[in-house]
C-alpha cells in the first residue's frame, strides 16, 4: 500500500518562507515523478511544480520565489516556497506517479498567508 504523508504547512506573514516536505512510502516504489498541485477556495486544483528526473517545472506564477527538490534515498520531495503571498494560499497536495502502480495524492496541507 502507497502512502504519501506531507508536513510543513502553516500560517506564515506576507514575505515570509515555509517548507513543505513529503514522503512516499511503501513496497518496491519506483517514482516516476513527485510534485505539488494546490487548491484555493472556490478554485480548482493546479499544479505547482513537479519534477521528474532531472526535469522541474514551476507554474508561472512561483517562478523564482518557490523550489523544488528530491531526496530520491528518502523518497521525498521539498517545495521550498519563499516571498509567500497572500495569494498562495491554499491546500497544497502532494502528488507522486509510480512506475507501474499509477498516481497518488497526500493528504493535504493548508498554508495561509497572511498578516
Known amino acids: 500500500q502507497v502512502q504519501l504523508v506531507e508536513s510543513g504547512g502553516g500560517l506564515v506573514q506576507p514575505g515570509g518562507s515555509l517548507r513543505l516536505s513529503c514522503t512516499a512510502s511503501?513496497?518496491?516504489?519506483?517514482?516516476?515523478?513527485m510534485g505539488w498541485y494546490r487548491q484555493a477556495p472556490e478554485k480548482q486544483r493546479g499544479l505547482v511544480a513537479i519534477?521528474?528526473?532531472?526535469?522541474?517545472t514551476y507554474e508561472d506564477f512561483v517562478k523564482g520565489r518557490f523550489n523544488i527538490y528530491r531526496d530520491n534515498a528518502k523518497n521525498t520531495v521539498y517545495l521550498q516556497m519563499n516571498s509567500l503571498r497572500p495569494e498562495d494560499t491554499a491546500v497544497y497536495y502532494c502528488?507522486?506517479?509510480?512506475?507501474?502502480?499509477?498516481?497518488?495524492w497526500g493528504q493535504g496541507a493548508p498554508v495561509t498567508v497572511s498578516s
Open positions: 502528488y507522486a506517479d509510480f512506475i507501474g502502480m499509477g498516481s497518488y
Open positions: 519534477i521528474n528526473g532531472d526535469v522541474t
Open positions: 511503501g513496497s518496491g516504489l519506483m517514482i516516476n515523478a
